[in-house]
């Protein structure tokens, strides 16, 4: 029979350790009600002792959630441990995180200690936390590296001292699965007491393994995983949660569970990667922008007659509409008369024959094919009604001292339309404008800025995703501008909608 794995996310605390990824208080109440609603069952908010702000992130986030456990990091001091309870105090469900290394490189370089040491300080710390709650999760840094015997040591003695859950990190990120898998396994069958505490996995992807590794200790008895959105964390980052969820919920063969709400995963994952300001890989699992696209023809058509022939996973379960047909090169006659069709262009077989290979053609020069281009391609044109808007003018105000104004001018089916808005920076000042003279409600699901080359003078290239009644819509642009480039984007997208 299938058991709970419970989702303890630590996006908000080792998460947040990646360069240039620190949250303030209000962003890390934002994602931390995302996660609520992603049905997380342990939210880790921080590391209090650390910083006021890291302090008060935890104050003001358990004075929010309702539901999850809140849980703070501490190292194996005592005033850590007073920190942390004091930011637990709102806290409906409270939970103290708290550890010390355990392998030989942290005992004798980093403690300049011995084992037996370590083992009081590791017992004492646990004892230390119980007197605030209930809940103490105990670390065991570096455990991937540490001895099995020694480390089955150390499980016990903290079990025994009150600790309910106990992490066994892969710290640097070195174990192999079966490495990995084989060392929860042995502290299955050599600590006593194991059955009073729920063994978790923090594993990290310095060699690209942290989701096997994961896998492999829950496989092997691990009822609790600590992961991340998008995979972010220290140095490679930590293991994705998305990857996890979804192999769980794809592999029948893995007996466990989660309550995450699946639906919710990619819109998660955007509000992580906007805030954050760190964008996902085109190709990650489940979340990547190419996560469902698919431009060789064979698969195309193979997923167009059965989307089970190359998709492992319905889009719709992790918040995608549907997947995406791209058009390449590489795209068969099957694709490109799903798009006529999408057009409303019916063919007959002779001229999607001759459309094709005008299409081929095309497509050997251009890297992105567009509606227009394939309307072209047949001899139709868009009546004046259903034309692109075209940006004809933009102008914007910004500085140190200055309000964010942007005034746009569009060209909408013919006529000149002029509107002027403020925000927060000159691109949502302009994005503001463009909203006012579209009439249509849309949503920014995804902003993406690349840049080409190297210089002040680089062509920005922007990717834009937009939602409206339900549907995506994708927009294009690159510009040595970058917020024209910006606007041309959302142009492009909102043209698609009429």
Do not use: W
């Not at 709102?90 to 040491?117: C, M, P, Q, V, W």
């Not at 072209?376 to 692109?388: D, E, L, M, P, Y």
């Not at 000159?426 to 902003?447: C, G, N």
């Amino acid at each position: 029979m299938s058991e709970k794995l419970f989702v303890f996310d630590t996006t908000l605390r080792d998460g947040e350790q990646v360069p240039g990824c620190q949250l303030n208080t209000i962003e890390k109440i934002e994602l931390a009600r995302a996660l609520e609603v992603l049905n997380v069952d342990i939210i880790e908010c921080g590391f209090p002792i650390s910083s006021p702000g890291d302090f008060n992130s935890i104050v003001e986030i358990s004075k929010v959630i309702q539901r999850a456990t809140i849980c703070a990091l501490t190292r194996a001091v005592d005033k850590d441990i007073d920190v942390a309870a004091d930011a637990l105090h709102y806290a409906r469900h409270k939970r103290i995180h708290t550890g010390i290394g355990t392998s030989e490189a942290h005992i004798l370089h980093k403690f300049k200690s011995n084992k037996e040491d370590i083992l009081e300080r590791a017992i004492h710390c646990v004892k230390y936390a119980k007197k605030y709650v209930e809940d103490v999760e105990f670390y065991a840094e570096d455990a991937g590296r540490t001895e099995n015997e020694y480390l089955a040591r150390v499980i016990e003695a903290v079990i025994k001292a009150g600790a309910t859950v106990v992490n066994i990190p892969d710290t640097t990120g070195y174990c192999t699965p079966y490495e990995y898998g084989a060392k929860i396994k042995y502290l299955i069958d050599n600590v006593p007491n194991i059955h009073k505490a729920i063994i978790s996995t923090h594993c990290h992807n310095d060699l690209g393994m942290a989701t096997a590794n994961t896998l492999a200790g829950v496989i092997n008895g691990a009822r609790q995983v600590e992961v991340t959105i998008n995979g972010i964390g220290e140095r490679a980052g930590n293991t994705a949660l998305e990857e996890v969820v979804m192999a769980i919920k794809c592999r029948k063969d893995i007996p466990v569970f989660t309550e995450i709400d699946t639906k919710s995963i990619v819109k998660t994952s955007r509000q992580v990667s906007t805030l954050m300001r760190m964008p996902v890989q085109p190709n990650k699992a489940i979340v990547g922008r190419n996560a469902f696209a698919h431009s060789s023809g064979i698969h195309q058509d193979g997923v167009l007659k059965n989307r089970e022939s190359y998709e492992i996973i319905d889009p719709a379960e992790v918040g995608v509409n549907e997947s995406v047909i791209a058009l390449t090169a590489r795209s068969g006659r099957a694709a490109l008369k799903h798009h006529y069709n999408r057009l409303n262009v019916e063919l007959t077989s002779e001229e999607l024959d001759e459309a094709y290979n005008k299409f081929l053609i095309l497509a050997d020069c251009k890297k992105d094919i567009h509606d227009d281009d394939l309307l072209v391609i047949v001899g139709v044109t868009r009546s004046v009604k259903s034309q692109r808007i075209r940006l004809k003018y933009l102008q914007v105000v910004c500085g140190k001292s200055a309000v964010p104004m942007a005034t746009v001018k569009l060209v909408i089916d013919g006529e000149i339309c002029t509107a002027t808005s403020s925000g927060n920076g000159p691109i949502d000042a302009a994005f503001s404008a463009v909203k006012m003279l579209i009439h249509r409600k849309i949503t920014l699901e995804e902003f993406l800025v690349q840049a080409i080359t190297k210089g002040t003078d680089d062509v920005g290239k922007v990717h834009i995703q937009i939602e409206n009644k339900g549907n995506i819509y994708y927009g294009f642009s690159a510009n040595t501008d970058i917020i024209t480039a910006s606007v041309e984007a959302l142009i492009d997208a909102v043209s698609k909608i009429i």
